[in-house]
């Protein structure tokens, strides 16, 4: 079974700096493009950034770039979202998912003085 | 204009067929484009259903029921999914999303009332 959980979340002020991680277990992950996925609350979903399998390509978001940094370590089997120079704005639940099939629980970023 | 377009609302009866609509921007070709489609209910993450090129390039999640399909209409340059006998719990937001220029991009969500 595919499983995906987030960690990482929490209140930071605006300007700083947060670390998401997603243990994926369930597959091999090394096979598979992941991608982290925001959602406000009550809103809409917005994605944020894409990696390959090899992590040779990645993408962001116009939003975040210059300011997030997606990378993957496929010994540990985890996915992970560097999120410096926070604001407001950024304030979501955060998902990251399998290609663009399997999503993970969430975790809550608040950013906020 | 945004590139996905759905309706922010439907209402349908149970056991009738919902078509739910995800219209590509002007110059943005529908035909070129995977279209995903995603149930996310209150308080849970998204839930993938199905994704959706030709009838022959086509896939559909591990576990959704064969009355939720999809299609496009090339007139309306749209990507639609359609529910078939509709039940209470098919009651949620349906997200559309493509692949569009090196990003994900979504659509803002229809909420479906089954009623």
């Known amino acids: 079974e595919v499983q995906l959980v987030e960690s990482g979340g929490g209140l930071e002020q605006p300007g700083g700096s947060l670390r998401l991680s997603c243990a994926a277990s369930?597959?091999?992950?090394?096979?598979?493009?992941m991608n982290w996925i925001r959602q406000v609350s009550g809103k809409g979903l917005e994605w944020v950034s894409y990696?390959?399998?090899?992590?040779?390509?990645?993408y962001y978001a116009d939003s975040v770039k210059g300011r997030f940094t997606i990378s993957r370590d496929n010994v540990k089997n985890s996915l992970y979202l560097q999120m410096n120079s926070l604001r407001a704005e950024d304030t979501a639940v955060y998902y990251c998912t399998r290609d663009f099939s399997d999503w993970g629980q969430g975790t809550l970023v608040t950013v906020s003085s | 204009q945004a590139v996905l377009t759905q309706p922010s609302s439907l209402s349908a009866s149970p056991g009738a067929s919902a078509s739910l609509t995800c219209t590509l921007r002007s110059g943005i070709n529908v035909g070129t484009y995977r279209i995903y489609w995603y149930q996310q209910k209150p308080g849970s993450p998204p839930q993938y259903l199905l994704n959706?090129?030709?009838?022959?390039?086509?896939?559909?999640g591990s576990g959704v029921p064969s009355r939720f399909s999809g299609s496009k209409d090339a007139s309306a340059n749209a990507g639609i999914l359609l529910i078939s006998g509709l039940q209470s719990e098919d009651e949620a937001d349906y997200f559309c999303m493509i692949w569009y220029s090196s990003a994900a991009v979504f659509g803002g969500g229809t909420k479906l009332t089954v009623l």
């Open positions: 369930g597959f091999t992950f090394s096979n598979y493009n």
């Open positions: 990696i390959s399998g090899s992590s040779t390509t990645i």
């Open positions: 959706y090129k030709s009838d022959s390039d086509k896939r559909q």
